[in-house]
């Protein structure tokens, strides 16, 4: 089993920033990306930013140039660094990992969440 644990939500004025993170741990051979999601109610959830092993990064096209998404392999940690945070931004996040188990398959794991309110 693969465990996460997010830290780093909290309400934040607009304009403002809050920063992310997420550790995996437990039963992991190798991290194969890791990734934020979002889910604001009564909406689905959506992607807002994914990273893989190699640094390769994706984001939302409504949060290019005011998130980063970056990792630290050696810890299995990955962070979400976000500036300019608009009303629109209040959901709750959510880390997403794929590890594999080095036989040759894969798996997907969520974190129980972390909630966002950009407010005044």
């Known amino acids: 089993q693969v465990q996460l644990v997010e830290s780093g939500g909290g309400l934040v004025q607009p304009g403002g920033s809050l920063r992310l993170s997420c550790a995996a741990s437990?039963?992991?051979?190798?991290?194969?990306?890791m990734a934020w999601y979002r889910q604001a109610p009564g909406k689905q959830r959506e992607l807002v930013a994914s990273?893989?092993?190699?640094?390769?990064?994706t984001y939302a096209d409504s949060v290019k140039g005011r998130f980063t998404i970056s990792r630290t392999n050696a810890k299995n940690t990955v962070y979400l660094q976000m500036n300019s945070l608009k009303p629109e931004d209040t959901a709750v996040y959510y880390c997403?990992?794929?590890?594999?188990?080095?036989?040759?398959?894969?798996?997907?794991?969520w974190g129980q969440g972390t909630q966002v309110t950009v407010s005044s």
């Open positions: 990273i893989t092993s190699g640094g390769s990064t």
């Open positions: 437990g039963s992991i051979f190798r991290v194969v990306s």
């Open positions: 997403y990992t794929i590890v594999g188990d080095g036989f040759g398959s894969t798996r997907g794991y």
